[in-house]
């Protein structure tokens, strides 16, 4: 791929997913949540802020729903991607098109900061989020940048996973 357009951290995005599933498991009550990463790290260029992305997502898949159902994955490749699907009333069509638009006016913006954040995040270490509707729900998936394992952590000993 090149150099790096910025500097990035190799995070073992497989286990941060778990980190902060389990997190939010264990402080929502009511919410089935699967959770599907491979055992293996999966290493991606991330930041120090790539955690707060991946919560933004899950809470924002949780707090719209009454008993709500959300899957994460993270799938291997190029890109590695990170999809979280919920069954809860979808992002409006106002709010997807100003995230999509990558900008707000005074008469379009978003409801809330959480996906803008997202999508800030993620851009910022070369990634891209999409956004997709289901026939109850809604998917957002994150496709990432792969990356070689920190210096030192070629069997995965977790350091460097943010």
Do not use: C, M, Y
């Amino acid at each position: 791929r090149g150099e790096e357009t910025r500097e990035g951290t190799a995070v073992d995005v497989a286990a941060l997913v778990r980190r902060r599933a389990a997190a939010l498991a264990g402080s929502t009550e009511g919410v089935d949540l699967t959770v599907d990463t491979p055992g293996d790290p999966v290493w991606v260029v991330g930041n120090d802020l790539l955690d707060v992305a991946v919560d933004n997502l899950l809470e924002n898949a949780v707090k719209h729903a009454d008993d709500p159902t959300v899957e994460v994955r993270v799938t291997a490749g190029d890109p590695v991607r990170v999809t979280v699907r919920d069954d809860g009333p979808g992002i409006p069509d106002e709010e997807l098109a100003v995230l999509e638009r990558d900008r707000e006016t005074q008469l379009h913006h978003t409801s809330g900061l959480g996906l803008w954040l997202v999508t800030w995040i993620v851009r910022d270490v070369d990634g891209e989020v999409s956004f997709g509707r289901l026939d109850s729900g809604t998917e957002v998936t994150l496709s990432l940048v792969p990356s070689e394992p920190p210096d030192g952590d070629a069997a995965g000993d977790g350091e460097g996973d943010a």
